[in-house]
């Protein structure tokens, strides 16, 4: 009895100093700080606009930024805390996720589970990573979705077959539904979807599957038109009578 108590408190300890231990702890502390150094006011830039749209429909400056602010319009629905500061916690909390999908993509890329984290700790902590982590702004979706397609296209990746070329596309779509620079990924997801495609044995049925996938994640779009006609509607950038009119908003012209 006594041997079974000692082997199960080894167990604990090197599960504790292991390779598990050290993620949650190394996770652990990213939430932790951006959880106590996050903004309840807008700090400037597009900040005061996005806290603004936590608090009511509406439509930012182009090209709109549709899914980060559909993620914001959900926020509307929470009855407490002010716009701003829910604000910031969707973003920290995205920031945390972002510093996940790096990890996984370090890893999907081969590389061990230490160099992996000294990756996140560099990104996650450097200045501007932690400053746009932790108040309202744009920049962190964009780079988790963009990271996230990273470590899903790479060899050792958890995914494979369709699994892997849906995935790259639904990641696909939303990316290019949060900020248009993500259109430069595109290498890295025809070469994941390429992989994917051959893993799954039935390459054009999971090509079609990741298009509608791709398709899927460019709904958020439809939020731009709902929100401009919306009465109460808090700020709305750009006219939206027309088919011109959303285009020019779109491509930022």
């Known amino acids: 009895m006594l041997n079974e108590r000692v082997l199960g408190r080894r167990e604990s300890i090197s599960w504790l100093v292991g390779p598990r231990g ?22 400037g830039g597009d900040a005061g606009e996005f806290a603004t749209l936590a608090a009511g429909p509406g439509v930012a400056h182009p090209p709109g930024y549709p899914l980060y ?3 914001l319009r959900l926020l509307a629905l929470v009855p407490f805390g002010a716009p701003a500061l829910k604000a910031s ?19 999907a890329w ?18 501007l990573t932690w400053s746009l982590s932790t108040s309202p702004e744009v920049f962190v979706l964009n780079a988790a979705l963009c990271v996230g ?41 025809f070469y994941g979807l390429v992989v994917g495609a051959r ?29 401009a006609a919306d009465p109460n509607a808090r700020w709305v950038w750009g006219e ?3 088919l011109s009119g959303l285009l020019h908003h779109l491509l930022r012209a």
């Not at 081969?110 to 200045?127: D, K, M, T």
């Not at 990316?175 to 290498?187: Q, R, Y």
């Not at 054009?204 to 899927?216: D, E, F, N, P, Q």
Request: hydrophobic content about 60%.
């Open 22 to 43: 050290m993620f949650l702890l190394l996770f652990g502390c990213i939430t932790v700080v951006y959880g106590a150094t996050l903004s309840s006011t807008p700090l």
């Open 69 to 71: 602010s559909f993620l």
């Open 89 to 107: 916690v969707l973003t920290a909390t995205v920031g945390v996720g972002c510093a996940y999908a790096l990890f996984r993509a370090a890893m």
């Open 110 to 127: 081969g590389a061990e589970p230490f160099a992996a984290s000294v990756a996140v700790v560099l990104w996650a902590f450097a200045p």
């Open 149 to 189: 397609m990273v470590a899903v296209a790479g060899p050792f990746a958890l995914q494979r077959g369709t699994s892997r070329a849906v995935l790259l596309g639904l990641l696909a779509g939303l990316a290019l539904s949060n900020h248009h620079p993500a259109v430069l990924m595109a290498p890295v997801g």
């Open 199 to 227: 893993e799954s044995g039935r390459p054009l049925r999971a090509v079609l599957l990741a298009v509608v996938a791709g398709l899927g994640g460019l709904l958020p779009y439809l939020l731009l038109l709902t929100s």
């Open 240 to 242: 939206f009578d027309s």
